[in-house]
């Protein structure tokens, strides 16, 4: 059975950092993709980031140039480095296998002075 634990989360300043870590256990294949997604209040859950499972990366707009994502697939970790936080970036982020039903139970990130 595949199990996604994110951690990382916390309250955080505007302007500030944070690192969130996605560790999966369980049998997957030797190479995979990870992703971030995060839902806000009264919101869906949108797509943040997602990396392949050769590297490549895609972000959302409201993102681009301040998060980043890297995946471990022989560790079976993935972070997301988020940097310039704002308000707007308030959620519960989870961590998935794209394609899978996989999902951690969400980590919640506030951005707020």
């Known amino acids: 059975q595949v199990q996604l634990v994110e951690s990382g989360g916390g309250l955080v300043q505007p302007g500030g950092s944070l690192r969130l870590s996605c560790a999966v256990s369980?049998?997957?294949?030797?190479?995979?993709?990870m992703g971030w997604y995060r839902q806000a209040p009264g919101k869906q859950r949108e797509m943040v980031a997602v990396v392949g499972s050769f590297g490549t990366t895609n972000y959302a707009d409201s993102v681009k140039g301040r998060f980043t994502i890297s995946a471990d697939n022989t560790k079976k970790l993935a972070h997301l480095q988020m940097n310039s936080l704002k308000p707007e970036d308030t959620a519960v982020y989870y961590c998935?296998?794209?394609?899978?039903?996989?999902w951690g139970q969400g980590t919640q990130v506030t951005v707020s002075s």
């Open positions: 369980g049998s997957l294949f030797s190479r995979f993709a």
């Open positions: 998935n296998v794209p394609g899978t039903t996989y």
